[in-house]
């Protein structure tokens, strides 16, 4: 059984950095990892994933400065954010899959993890 356990949020102000973690239980050889995340009234969107082999894409307004990065010996997938905005509130969740295509898409995972909050005031 996959588990997959997100760690590192906080309250930050803006310009702040923040490191989160996920760690995953279960057999994920081979397996895309991504962030996504959920602001308050708002569908949870893509912010970025890395399939097995180091590739990498993010969305559009972390781009350049959320840096995704995974340790596929520990099953740990980490997101570096830095230069932290307001609008970069919401619940940040991890998740986990094996599709080839779609990497960007909710349906492109099939474990999720239940999400660290980041609050980055102004």
């Known amino acids: 059984q996959v588990q997959l356990v997100e760690s590192g949020g906080g309250l930050v102000q803006a310009g702040a950095s923040l490191r989160l973690s996920c760690a995953a239980s279960?057999?994920?050889?081979?397996?895309?990892m991504g962030w996504f995340r959920q602001a308050a009234g708002k569908d949870r969107e893509f912010v970025a994933t890395?399939?097995?082999?180091?590739?990498?894409e993010y969305e559009t307004t972390v781009s350049g400065r959320f840096t995704i990065s995974r340790d596929n010996n520990k099953n740990t997938v980490y997101l570096q954010m830095n230069s932290l905005r307001p609008e970069d509130t919401a619940l940040y969740y991890c998740?986990?899959?094996?599709?080839?295509?779609?990497?960007?898409?909710?349906?492109?995972?099939?474990?999720w993890g239940h999400g660290t909050q980041v609050t980055v005031s102004s």
């Open positions: 998740a986990a899959g094996f599709a080839s295509t779609a990497i960007t898409k909710r349906w492109g995972y099939n474990y």
């Open positions: 279960g057999l994920l050889s081979g397996s895309l």
């Open positions: 890395q399939t097995w082999s180091g590739y990498t």
